[in-house]
């Protein structure tokens, strides 16, 4: 029994000292990896350089609409009495498509006729007031050569003749009145009847049978009508930082929310000088032309648009966390590398270098220098100095300094990287990058 107990003991003991070893082993090789890590072992995020196709872009967003629209009115005040055109209808230039309650503009043309007809009396009454006014005054003036009257009945009957000729005078301009009143009369009455101005399609109809409009202050619009659906246009608000980049004629693409799945081509028309001010913030109207001839876009749909401005096949590129990668302080005084700003002037915080006013790059366009971080021996980071063109905001196309294939780093395992504008962090700001590549999708 005592031989057991002493067995039992034994074995407690083994067992704690075993767990101390553990304890002490585990505690060894934790001081050991953090050790190593405080003297520089890090472990790096890298990217392969690789070919591919890219393109820069400009994107904004507006809205849809017809080339030609017309709004008909009514120039007249009046019951509607008809209506001969609706929504989605076809119409034709000259075709009635509506028509208001002609009984009392029927009513003026008849009244104005009546005038007509009273004022011709009138004229024929003054012709006859004058002949015999003439009549009379030839025979004072017969009588008066012979001494039989007095001077003052020949100054009678010329006063006589010149007041008849005044009134057939009078009475004919009150005769033009009376017919200028009737062709008012007459042109009131055929505006009753609403025609289409233009071929086109229906796209609002804004009156009902019955309706009253009334046309003394403005005229009321009765129809909206597009010349040609198969031909729209799409009104953009580009930024002032992205509008020197696009030209007449630049290959458009966009969708629409009732279509997400469909990318519909177009161009740019033009880029109106015209600018528009909002809160500080400059923008100008690009006109983008659009083929719509299966009539699937109507007007007034929201479009996001997106600029080509320029795309490249068969290049190196690289993902943009490689040029804003830079080493922690302690790797760079390890390799003896200095911070950009001791630099001189012309350095990019983040380890690039930019020329100022740029270089002409091998295909004619700005490219800028830039400095990124290849893995070398021993896991240490080396600078690779390397010539950028354009880029989508993801990746960025690399002109020299690399090949395909080459291994650069993006980040490192466990530390988050700086903030834009922080030391360490992206070159220069979102808005210059935004200046020098436009806005992407």
Same mark, same amino acid.
Request: aromatic share 4%; charged share 25%; glycine share 10%.
């Given at each position: 029994?005592?031989?057991?107990?002493?067995?039992?003991?034994?074995?407690?003991?083994?067992?704690?000292? &075993?767990?101390?070893?553990?304890?002490?082993?585990?505690?060894?090789?934790? #001081?050991?990896?953090? #050790? /190593?890590?405080?003297?520089?072992?890090?472990?790096?995020?890298?990217?392969?350089?690789?070919?591919?196709?890219?393109?820069?872009?400009?994107?904004?967003?507006?809205?849809?609409?017809?080339?030609?629209?017309?709004?008909?009115?009514?120039?007249?005040?009046?019951?509607?009495?008809? %209506?001969?055109?609706?929504?989605?209808?076809?119409? =034709?230039?000259?075709?009635?498509?509506?028509?208001?309650?002609? +009984?009392?503009?029927?009513?003026?043309?008849?009244?104005?006729?009546?005038?007509?007809?009273? !004022?011709?009396?009138?004229?024929?009454?003054?012709?006859?007031?004058?002949?015999?006014?003439?009549?009379?005054?030839?025979?004072?003036?017969?009588?008066? =050569? +012979?001494?039989?009257?007095? /001077?003052?009945?020949?100054?009678?009957?010329?006063?006589?003749?010149?007041?008849?000729?005044?009134?057939?005078?009078?009475?004919?301009?009150?005769?033009?009145?009376?017919? $200028?009143?009737?062709?008012?009369?007459?042109?009131?009455?055929?505006?009753?009847? *609403?025609? @289409?101005?233009?071929?086109?399609?229906? *796209?609002?109809?804004?009156?009902?049978?019955?309706?009253?409009?009334?046309?003394?202050?403005?005229?009321?619009? %009765?129809?909206? *009508? !597009?010349?040609?659906?198969?031909?729209? =246009?799409?009104?953009?608000?580009?930024?002032?930082?992205?509008?020197?980049?696009?030209?007449?004629?630049?290959?458009?693409?966009?969708?629409?929310?009732?279509?997400?799945?469909?990318?519909?081509?177009?161009?740019?028309?033009?880029?109106?000088? @015209?600018?528009?001010?909002?809160?500080?913030?400059?923008?100008?109207?690009?006109?983008?032309?659009?083929?719509?001839?299966? &009539?699937? %876009?109507?007007?007034?749909?929201?479009?996001?648009?997106?600029?080509?401005?320029?795309?490249?096949?068969?290049?190196?590129?690289?993902?943009? !966390?490689?040029?804003?990668?830079?080493?922690?302080?302690?790797?760079?005084?390890?390799?003896? #590398?200095?911070?950009?700003?001791?630099?001189?002037?012309?350095? !990019?915080?983040?380890?690039?270098?930019?020329?100022?006013?740029?270089?002409?790059?091998?295909?004619? =366009?700005?490219?800028?220098?830039?400095?990124? #971080?290849?893995?070398?021996?021993?896991?240490?980071?080396?600078?690779?100095?390397?010539? *950028?063109?354009?880029?989508?905001?993801?990746?960025?196309?690399?002109?020299?300094?690399? $090949?395909?294939?080459?291994?650069?780093?993006?980040?490192?395992?466990?530390?988050?990287?700086?903030?834009?504008?922080?030391?360490?962090?992206?070159?220069?700001?979102?808005?210059?990058?935004?200046?020098?590549?436009?806005?992407?999708?």
């Amino acid at each position: 029994m005592v031989h057991g107990l002493l067995e039992r003991r034994k074995k407690r003991r083994i067992i704690a000292g &075993l767990a101390a070893v553990t304890v002490v082993g585990a505690g060894l090789f934790a #001081w050991r990896v953090l #050790w /190593k890590r405080g003297e520089g072992d890090v472990e790096y995020q890298t990217a392969k350089a690789e070919r591919g196709s890219l393109s820069s872009q400009v994107t904004a967003s507006g809205t849809l609409s017809p080339l030609v629209t017309v709004q008909v009115g009514s120039q007249v005040s009046g019951r509607i009495l008809e %209506l001969k055109a609706d929504f989605n209808d076809r119409v =034709e230039k000259g075709q009635v498509i509506a028509r208001i309650d002609p +009984q009392l503009f029927q009513t003026e043309v008849a009244k104005a006729r009546a005038n007509l007809g009273s !004022a011709r009396a009138q004229v024929t009454r003054a012709e006859a007031e004058l002949a015999q006014a003439n009549r009379n005054h030839d025979r004072t003036s017969g009588l008066s =050569e +012979q001494q039989v009257i007095a /001077k003052a009945d020949v100054d009678a009957s010329l006063a006589a003749l010149q007041t008849a000729q005044a009134s057939v005078s009078a009475a004919r301009a009150m005769m033009s009145q009376a017919k $200028a009143a009737v062709d008012q009369a007459e042109t009131n009455f055929q505006l009753t009847t *609403i025609v @289409s101005p233009i071929s086109g399609i229906v *796209i609002s109809r804004n009156v009902d049978v019955g309706q009253t409009v009334a046309a003394s202050l403005q005229a009321p619009t %009765l129809f909206t *009508i !597009a010349e040609d659906l198969a031909k729209m =246009e799409v009104h953009t608000s580009v930024a002032e930082s992205d509008v020197g980049r696009l030209t007449e004629g630049m290959a458009v693409e966009f969708t629409v929310d009732a279509y997400p799945s469909d990318r519909f081509k177009a161009t740019v028309k033009e880029v109106r000088y @015209s600018p528009q001010t909002v809160q500080n913030v400059v923008t100008y109207d690009a006109v983008v032309s659009v083929d719509n001839s299966a &009539l699937k %876009l109507r007007p007034g749909m929201t479009a996001d648009v997106t600029f080509l401005v320029e795309r490249r096949d068969d290049v190196v590129l690289v993902p943009n !966390a490689a040029l804003r990668f830079r080493p922690p302080e302690k790797i760079l005084d390890q390799i003896g #590398w200095k911070p950009p700003e001791e630099r001189g002037p012309g350095v !990019a915080a983040g380890g690039g270098v930019r020329k100022r006013g740029g270089e002409k790059g091998a295909r004619g =366009e700005r490219a800028g220098r830039r400095l990124v #971080w290849k893995l070398g021996a021993g896991g240490v980071p080396v600078p690779a100095p390397i010539e *950028i063109g354009i880029s989508d905001g993801k990746m960025t196309e690399v002109l020299h300094g690399l $090949a395909a294939g080459d291994v650069v780093i993006v980040g490192v395992v466990g530390v988050e990287q700086p903030a834009a504008g922080q030391p360490g962090g992206p070159a220069g700001n979102d808005q210059n990058r935004r200046r020098q590549f436009g806005r992407f999708l």
